[in-house]
Every structure is written in structure tokens, then in C-alpha cells.
T-cell receptor
Framework: KAGVTQTPRYLIKTRGQQVTLSCSPI?????VSWYQQTPGQGLQFLFE???????NKGNFPGRFSGRQFSNSRSEMNVSTLELGDSALYLC?????????????FGPGTRLTVL | AQSVTQLGSHVSVSEGALVLLRCNYS??????LFWYVQYPNQGLQLLLK??????LVKGINGFEAEFKKSETSFHLTKPSAHMSDAAEYFC????????????????FGQGTILTVHP
């Protein structure tokens, strides 16, 4: 079974721009969660989508948004980029039959904001 | 609210020595607990999980963890460290939702970097 894939793997943007990251979950998984990882703040939960609906949301400003499509693929968007948005963005999927509650993570997208 | 504290941001051991990575949690309801490992420039890989079936949980690569409710702890151990164990380890907690097959919000500890010396 193919794992979670994220595209692109690396991205360089400048302040003020916007960016869209993509995540394809494991086949059959209906839940996709997004996390931001930085050296200072560690791993922080952004939001989770389940069956195209946002089910949980972390404490991030409205510049961070996401969506999920009918095939469970998910995108997250960050508008008006700030230097502090530089981070590794990780996507995780869960909800496959018989797999319990664990989340399976993709390799991440490394975003650098200049 | 749930939270996780990992004691020690860096742990250093010799190859063949015992590995002990500490994790304490705070949760208002019975939690689900996980240990993940992250190698440089990679995502997180699940080592093991606790979901109330058994207090001693065995995972991959020889790791295990014991859930101790009285101590609110879920420490990760491995009897004999290998060079390939060098990585960053994260303890995480989530609270199951009412039904459904997915629990989408993990709260992570700050991570412990494990160094293994030859």
C-alpha cells in the first residue's frame, strides 16, 4: 500500500506571497491532519479534515486554511506569508480499516520564506 | 486539555546500553499514547501505541513502552541501543472521539534527540 505523499517537497517563497501544499493520504483513509514543525515551537497541530469537513482546528491565524476533496486528498494554503511561517509542514492520514487510531505521516514539505 | 512533557531534550548512550526516553502526559480522559521517531529530513514513523489493551506495549525495532496511570507516564525503552537508533523521538497523546475511525489531533512533546556513541 502506498504511503502518504506530499508535494512539493521543498518550496521557497517571499514574504507576502501565498502557497498551497498538497497531501495524498493512504488509500482508504478518510482523515487528513496537518502539522507545522519548527525548531522553536516543535510540532503543532494545524487542522484535521474528515470526509471533506474540517473536524478539528489548532491555534493558528486565519491565514492558514485547508480543504479536502472527495478522494480524501487535501491541500493547505497559507496566505500573506511571514518569515515565521518557514517550517516543515507534515501531513498525516488515518482511518483505514483495522489500523486503529494511529496517524501515518508523509515526508513533509519544507517551506522557506525569504 | 491534554499535554505531553518529555524529560530531556537530548539523551546520549553508548551502543549496547539501555535506552530510556521519558514521557509524562496530562489528559482529562483516558488517553491514547504514541511514540514516533523522526530521522533527519524525514516524516514521523510510528514506533508503538497504547490504546488501553495492554499496559506494556511492544513496538518496532525492539522498542517498548509501559503505560503507568498512577505516574501518568509512558516511557520508551530499548534494552540495547544500536547506532541506527540515533534520531529524534516524539511522545504524543490524543483523546478518542465519540465514535468514528479517526482521531485527528495529536499533541506532541518537544522531542528527545537520541545520540548513540560507538
Amino acid at each position: 500500500k502506498a504511503g502518504v505523499t506530499q508535494t512539493p517537497r521543498y518550496l521557497i517563497k517571499t514574504r507576502g506571497q501565498q502557497v498551497t501544499l498538497s497531501c495524498s493520504p493512504i488509500s482508504g483513509h478518510r482523515s487528513v491532519s496537518w502539522y507545522q514543525q519548527t525548531p522553536g515551537q516543535g510540532l503543532q497541530f494545524l487542522f484535521e479534515y474528515f470526509s471533506e469537513t474540517q473536524r478539528n482546528k489548532g491555534n493558528f491565524p486565519g491565514r492558514f486554511s485547508g480543504r479536502q476533496f472527495s478522494n480524501s486528498r487535501s491541500e493547505m494554503n497559507v496566505s500573506t506569508l511571514e518569515l515565521g511561517d518557514s517550517a516543515l509542514y507534515l501531513c498525516a492520514s488515518s482511518g483505514g480499516q483495522g489500523e486503529g487510531n494511529e496517524q501515518f505521516f508523509g515526508p513533509g514539505t519544507r517551506l522557506t520564506v525569504l | 486539555a491534554q499535554s505531553v512533557t518529555q524529560l530531556g531534550s537530548h539523551v546520549s548512550v553508548s551502543e549496547g546500553a539501555l535506552v530510556l526516553l521519558r514521557c509524562n502526559y496530562s489528559s482529562s480522559v483516558p488517553p491514547y499514547l504514541f511514540w514516533y521517531v523522526q530521522y533527519p529530513n524525514q516524516g514521523l514513523q510510528l514506533l508503538l501505541k497504547y490504546t488501553s489493551a495492554a499496559t506494556l506495549v511492544k513496538g518496532i525495532n525492539g522498542f517498548e513502552a509501559e503505560f503507568k496511570k498512577s505516574e501518568t507516564s509512558f516511557h520508551l525503552t530499548k534494552p540495547s541501543a544500536h547506532m541506527s537508533d540515533a534520531a529524534e523521538y516524539f511522545c504524543a497523546v490524543t483523546q478518542g472521539g465519540a465514535g468514528g475511525t479517526s482521531y485527528g489531533k495529536l499533541t506532541f512533546g518537544q522531542g528527545t534527540i537520541l545520540t548513540v556513541h560507538p
